[in-house]
């Protein structure tokens, strides 16, 4: 099932001890929770740096549509492009994080699932 299949990257620390038993499986593509979540699924990923710059972003939205500098519909729209851009860079940031704390890919794999 070609619709089915889902691409992921494996991430390994090598400094671990059995660091190819313990792998980090980030999946490749949009991250549908990021685009609900925004700034909570930052900070439950300890992503707090992109976590702060989504809340400063989306409390400046709200001052635009509170202050009526933009209208309600740009707003709307500028919202939604926020979103599903961050839905389309949420696990690039994961991998990031990984990379920061030592960790390398090890792998492109590909699956239905992850069980």
Do not use: C
């Not at 992109?50 to 919202?79: E, N, R």
């Amino acid at each position: 099932m070609i619709f089915g299949t889902k691409i992921y990257t494996v991430h390994v620390n090598p400094d671990l001890p059995q660091a190819y038993e313990k792998p980090v499986f980030i999946r490749e593509g949009f991250n549908i929770y990021a685009l609900i979540f925004l700034f909570v699924w930052a900070f439950y990923h300890r992503l707090w740096l992109h976590g702060m710059a989504l809340v400063v972003a989306q409390a400046g939205l709200m001052y635009l549509d509170k202050h009526d500098i933009l209208s309600p519909v740009t707003v709307g729209v500028l919202y939604l492009a926020f979103q599903l851009l961050i839905g389309f860079h949420a696990n690039d940031w994961l991998r990031s994080r990984l990379q920061r704390k030592g960790y390398i890919t090890a792998d492109i794999t590909t699956g239905e699932s992850l069980l």
